[in-house]
């Protein structure tokens, strides 16, 4: 008897596992994860992802160490570089018109494209995840008000404002800090209401939940609510808008170089920059100052929206591929659709003893009424 | 006779993100041509995985093996569906095996008109003018029951009602006259008095049509109203196979037999009358001139309208008291106000009109400050135990949070002795503190729930629905737990159910609602025994019992009442 007891989800393995929270931390953290659980097309284009951003990381960290020159070198010793020199031993990838190496160059547009990315999201996901969470945990006027803010910041186009706000900064010709902020600034116009919209979503979905009912039903404030029940199972997509948020913020970037309302070539490495004074080069057959901020731009931007997509098919079970089911090495156990792993309990023999004794039901027949 | 369905070693396999896992493990089985097979089982059971099969309507992360033969109504072509592919499976579809699914109201495309989607099996299968399409969908419907068919047959599903939409599903089923109908819990998400209905007509289908069906239900009742054989399944196997008659009155099976003790019975053993003292059980009295935990006079709670839409009136003029240690179970349908009232209660839902005192506070217009200090004495348990745990936090840390929340504990690990002590009260081992809700089944979650709702000590808990998520035997062992904690600790308990053999259960008291009107309210054994309002009594006939024999009488009485109401 005690092998066939009819506990649901007996002896049965997770459907679909969240993730299973035994694993150790490491295992458990987002993108690694995902590469774990995923298999074919969908793994290949998130590690290529991965690969492409920790790429740009790593060259983004050690700048200093990987480019052979300085970002505004025109010279090194006594001996000038000249200006559009082909590629050779002591320029790998040539000169610009301005005369500055172009291996360097690229190497260092790196630091503050990623400056451009922490400082967009920093600004935006603060204020955007609390916002829209007290909003759409209370809900009414001010709800609805916010709602019609955020969808007309949508209509603002960022690389304007980003123009407007390089202007007000530095009147145009800027510093590092300055483009990086423009762009920043203005990005984070455009980016908060997309976390707001986010996680207000997400904020209304699980408000409705009952577990923030029985959290009502207890006793608890709001805030605590919101703190400890809503916020955290309100940020599974935020991920997801972050890494497409990264590339948005690096092509805001390099659009604003690329007219002119950048950084100063004197004062950091500007792929934007770079690309338009390379303009004119195009049509005279010199490649090498063109290509490799242009593709600098475009492996940073394909990396962060690689790992962006693959996340967002991951997370959804219909989108997600899974490993074809073997005959052959099959496990002993069950499945059941939001089913449960009940493996043994120590000191516990059977799952019998775990629901009970059902004796009141088999006992003294005389307690019928 | 001849088999309509032939499975013959079915063995069935999904891809998961934790491996592969077997559903079905070696089915054989066999329906005959007009007869009703029920597969009973509880969740996970691989019932409703064996059924789909049959129609190829399994996920590409499955994989099969075995044969399942499905041979035409005139007997003119067999296939073996799990070879078949494409345009193959489609010609079967529809026409050789139909699907009546559960939920009506999800089954049916809210955009279209039903006679155009019942239609649309016919285009599939036979050219034909829209002229005759419509001529035939309107035959069906009438078939089905629907009045007014001509009428009708334009309308979109929202202008139905539930039953009337399962009528509808089963329409679509039926008109392209398939050999097989497979019905996958048909009336699980209707009341019980729609129930009734729907078993009816599908009863006739057999007989009038020659139809087989295949009924996948973990509804006892239904399956001694309807079935002619019940295949029993556990863990991916059939367990057992007889016909209806043999298998309720001598189960082979240990866990056939398991079964149906677990099945709750109005008039039943009843767990209410014991009292646990030291280890013997006395008869519970209630006393009743104590004050009531919860006086309800006139209770109204209305639901304001939508852009000119009348007020929803919930609950209109409810009387009702709850003494200490007493517990009254509130019955109805959907749409009744039971649970409204349970919220009301709770201080979820502001009530509108008339008075309603909960631990002596009158909850007409009160302030969440107020209420608050009575939060402490009132116990909730919800309905869906997967969704009432914060699937973030451990089972412990969400029994604690009451403790937490009302400064008994500063955080949850000051709170761990008693929340062990309550985890041994609910009969769930202490390491179980440490896992997910995600973690554990239906009925440990329940019982978590419980622990929850228990960790202050509460004079009223109020159950909503508490066990309607549950498989039947894991019912059982919850409220045997819920009925032996209400005997040791004797708080007053508002049981909400839509079960009328669980509320006979449990209940000292037993209040019926409709349509947010009390219409009857005493003792079991008097609103069960002999009850006086034409409704209750619907009520009652409508409920099948899981025996066929009694069941038989029993739908007699529904078509005399039927008849004459």
Same mark, same amino acid.
Do not use: I, W
């Given at each position: 008897m005690a092998d066939l007891i009819p506990e649901t989800g007996l002896v049965v393995a997770h459907?679909?596992?969240?993730?299973?929270?035994?694993?150790?931390l490491w295992k458990r953290l987002p993108v690694v994860h995902q590469v774990r659980t995923s298999v074919g097309l969908q793994r290949t284009m998130l590690l290529v992802g991965i690969v492409l951003t920790l790429v740009f990381l790593f060259v983004a960290a050690f700048a200093p160490l990987l480019?052979?020159?300085?970002?505004?070198? +025109?010279?090194s010793g006594d001996v000038n570089f000249g200006?559009?020199?082909?590629?050779?031993?002591?320029?790998w990838l040539g000169t610009t018109v301005?005369?500055?190496?172009v291996l360097s160059r690229t190497i260092w547009g790196a630091r503050p494209a990623f400056l451009v990315i922490v400082a967009a999201v920093v600004l935006s996901i603060f204020i955007g995840v609390v916002v829209g969470l007290v909003s759409g945990y209370f809900g009414g006027w001010v709800d609805r008000v916010l709602v019609v803010i955020a969808d007309a910041l949508f209509a603002f186009p960022s690389l304007l404002l980003a123009i407007v706000v390089a202007i007000v900064i530095s009147?145009?010709?800027?510093?590092m800090w300055g483009g990086v902020m423009a762009a920043a600034i203005s990005l984070s116009v455009v980016m908060i209401p997309q976390y707001f919209r986010v996680v207000r979503a997400e904020v209304v979905r699980v408000k409705a939940e009952a577990f923030v009912e029985s959290a009502r039903v207890i006793g608890s404030g709001p805030v605590r609510i919101m703190g400890r029940h809503v916020l955290r199972n309100s940020t599974r997509t935020l991920p997801l808008i972050l890494t497409l948020n990264c590339s948005e913020a690096v092509l805001t970037l390099a659009g604003l170089g690329f007219l002119g309302f950048g950084i100063e070539p004197t004062k950091a490495g500007d792929w934007g920059y770079d690309l338009s004074r390379s303009l004119s080069d195009v049509t005279s057959g010199i490649w090498w100052t063109a290509v490799p901020p242009g593709l600098a731009i475009v492996l940073t931007v394909l990396g962060a929206t690689l790992v962006g997509e693959s996340l967002n098919d991951l997370a959804d079970p219909r989108l997600r591929t899974r490993r074809a089911a073997k005959a052959?090495? +099959?496990?002993p156990v069950t499945a059941v659709p939001g089913g449960v792993a009940t493996d043994r309990v120590p000191g516990?023999?059977?799952i019998d003893e775990l629901e009970g004794p059902s004796d009141l039901f088999d006992d003294d027949e005389g307690l019928r009424s | 006779m001849t088999n309509v369905v032939d499975i013959t070693d079915l063995r069935v396999s999904f891809a998961t993100d934790s491996g592969t896992v077997r559903a079905v493990e070696g089915v054989t089985l066999q329906v005959a041509s007009g007869e009703v097979l029920a597969i009973v089982g509880e969740s996970g059971s691989g019932k409703t995985v064996t059924a789909r099969t049959i129609l190829g309507l399994?996920? /590409?992360?499955a994989l099969t093996s075995g044969a399942v033969l499905l041979t035409r109504k005139d007997g003119s072509a067999t296939h073996d569906i799990v070879t078949l592919r494409g345009n193959d499976l489609r010609d079967v579809r529809g026409r050789d095996a139909a699907m009546v699914f559960q939920e009506p109201s999800t089954a049916? *495309? @809210?955009? !279209?008109p039903v006679g155009w989607q019942i239609a649309e099996g016919l285009r599939a299968h036979r050219k034909l003018s829209d002229k005759d399409a419509r001529a035939q969908a309107i035959d069906v419907l009438r078939l089905v029951g629907i009045p007014d068919p001509e009428h009708r047959?334009?309308?979109?599903?929202?202008?139905?009602?539930g039953g009337q939409k399962q009528r509808i599903v089963i329409a679509q089923a039926l008109v392209l006259d398939p050999g097989l109908i497979i019905a996958d819990e #048909?009336?699980?998400?209707?009341d019980v008095t729609v129930q009734a209905e729907i078993l009816d007509l599908l009863r006739r289908l057999p007989q009038e049509f020659g139809s087989a069906i295949v009924l996948i239900t973990h509804n006892m009742g239904v399956v001694a109203d309807l079935a002619d054989r019940v295949a029993v399944m556990y863990n991916g196997e059939i367990v057992e196979q007889a016909d209806v008659h043999t298998l309720f009155s001598a189960p082979q099976h240990p866990y056939t037999r398991r079964l149906l003790d677990a099945v709750p019975r109005v &008039? &039943?053993?009843?767990?209410?009358d014991r009292v646990r003292v030291g280890d013997e059980l006395e008869a519970m009295v209630v006393?009743?001139?104590?004050?009531?935990v919860v006086e309800a006079k006139d209770l109204r709670i209305v639901y304001p309208g939508r852009l000119r839409q009348p007020d929803f009136t919930?609950?209109?003029g409810v009387d009702l008291v709850i003494r200490p240690g007493e517990v009254l179970g509130l019955v109805g349908e959907s749409g009744s106000g039971k649970t409204t009232i349970g919220r009301a209660i709770a201080g979820l839902t502001p009530i509108s009109d008339g008075s309603l005192k909960v631990h002596g506070v /009158?909850?007409?217009?009160?302030?969440e400050k107020t209420f608050r200090p009575v939060r402490k004495r009132i116990g909730f348990v919800f309905q869906d135990p997967a969704t009432?745990? *914060? @699937?973030?936090?451990t089972i412990a840390q969400c029994v604690a949070e009451p403790m937490v929340v009302h400064g008994l504990a500063p955080n949850p690990q000051e709170a761990r002795p008693k929340v062990d002590e309550l985890m041994e009260a609910v009969q769930? #081992?202490?390491? !179980?503190?440490?896992? !997910?809700?995600? /973690?554990?089944?239906g009925g440990q979650r329940q019982r978590a729930s419980l622990a929850r709702a228990l960790i202050l000590g509460p004079e009223l808990l109020i159950a909503d629905e #508490?066990?309607?998520?549950?498989d039947v035997s894991v019912q059982a062992r919850v409220l045997d737990l819920f009925a032996r904690l209400q005997a040791e600790l004797g708080f007053a308990c508002l049981f909400i159910s839509h079960d009328l053999a669980v509320v006979d259960l449990l209940a000292h008291r037993i209040a019926v609602l409709h349509r947010g009107v009390l219409v009857e309210e005493g003792t079991g054994d008097e609103v069960? &025994?002999? #009850?006086?309002h034409p409704y209750t009594q619907r009520l009652l006939a409508s409920l099948p019992v899981p025996d066929p024999v009694e069941q038989a009488a029993r739908r007699e009485t529904w078509r005399n009442l039927r008849a004459h109401g």
């Open positions: 459907a679909t596992p969240p993730t299973p929270e035994h694993t150790s480019a052979p020159y300085g970002y505004a070198q +025109l010279s200006a559009q020199q082909p590629p050779s031993a002591e320029h301005g005369g500055y190496d009147g145009g010709q800027s510093s052959a090495a +099959l496990s516990v023999e059977s | 399994l996920p /590409e992360t049916l *495309n @809210p955009v !279209f047959v334009d309308h979109y599903p929202h202008q139905f009602s #048909p009336t699980t998400a209707l &008039g &039943g053993r009843r767990l209410r006393d009743d001139s104590a004050t009531p919930a609950v209109d /009158e909850m007409l217009r009160v302030k009432s745990f *914060n @699937p973030l936090l769930l #081992p202490k390491a !179980f503190g440490d896992r !997910f809700p995600h /973690e554990l089944s #508490p066990t309607s998520a549950l069960l &025994g002999a #009850p006086k």
